[in-house]
């Protein structure tokens, strides 16, 4: 007697339709991002920046062009490389569960590109694919000297974020901000104040004038934090583009019958985080003494 070959009955779309995310990717708190085409290669853009004194004066009848500001251009250069799983089922095995492998499979390739952006996907010798989030040589992101603080009174804790975000403001506007945190900061600021019965994240979050929003980094990025250090890394994200070419999914599935198996692709693609203006990215590292 014959056995019966099962070949799965699930579409590529139903089931990248039906797949519902539990790890949530730290990428998506980009609300400017931009879909390229899905095509190996790399791009160079082209950026116009100002150098010099910015504050504007009187133009007189004398003056023929406002000589205090100069115009110079530079070059970021996005590469777009994919990277892909191929995934087989015995023809002869059951294989109703694909939902439940392209669930796991996603889960892990959204946490892999999660990673690459974070840190920019640095090569073993340390250069950098594309400019990430902390991983980055992009000349408008500022990364200040690392800190020490005495200890964690919420009043030390008030005062280096305060210090932080005006930096912030200062350099980059005052456009709404959100704070990455990352390392014991992270754990702190869950913690009750001492005496009150208040979260550190609420009294910091009520400490400024404009929207601040503070984003716990997941777990699984802070192991490529400097030991021992948190990070406080203030974003102004109106003036930041994530470049993408494709996000996470399941892109064919198919039935090898001369070998008798099913087979899933699925695949990502690289990313790069263009900082778009001088401090819109304000890299910090500090060690609570």
Same mark, same amino acid.
């Given at each position: 007697m014959a056995t019966d070959k099962i070949i799965s009955k699930e579409t590529v779309e139903t089931l990248n339709n039906n797949y519902t995310p539990v790890y949530k990717q730290l990428l998506s708190i980009f609300n400017k991002q931009i879909n390229y085409d899905e095509y190996v290669g790399s791009m160079t853009f082209l950026e116009s920046k100002t150098i010099g004194d910015l504050t504007a004066r009187r133009i007189t009848t004398q003056d023929t062009e406002a000589k205090h500001i100069a115009v110079g251009q530079g070059k970021k250069v996005y590469v777009k490389d994919f990277y892909g799983v191929n995934y087989q089922v015995s023809g002869y095995q059951e294989n109703s569960d694909a939902a439940n492998i392209t669930s796991r499979v996603l889960e892990s390739l959204s946490k892999q590109q999660d990673e690459f952006v974070f840190t920019g996907n640095p090569s073993a010798?340390? +250069?950098?694919? %594309?400019?990430?989030?902390?991983?980055?040589?992009?000349?408008? +992101?500022?990364? %200040?000297?690392?800190l020490i603080l005495s200890n964690v009174n919420i009043d030390t804790v008030i005062d280096f974020f305060v210090t932080l975000v005006n930096q912030s403001e200062t350099i980059a506007g005052n456009s709404e901000k959100t704070i990455l945190i990352g390392g014991p900061l992270k754990r702190l600021l869950s913690k009750v104040v001492p005496s009150t019965s208040t979260l550190y994240k609420t009294i910091i979050g009520q400490a400024f004038n404009i929207p601040v929003n503070l984003v716990a980094i997941p777990s699984n990025l802070e192991q490529f934090l400097p030991a021992e250090k948190s990070l406080a890394q203030v974003l102004t994200l109106d003036n930041i583009i994530l470049r993408h070419s494709a996000m996470p999914r399941l892109k064919s599935s198919g039935y090898?019958?001369?070998n008798d198996y099913t087979w899933y692709k699925f695949f990502f693609g690289a990313a790069m985080v263009d900082v778009e203006q001088l401090g819109a990215s304000i890299i910090q590292y500090v060690a609570i003494a």
């Open positions: 010798s340390g +250069v950098l694919e %594309n400019n990430g989030i902390i991983g980055t040589t992009d000349p408008n +992101v500022i990364k %200040n000297p690392d090898n019958a001369e």
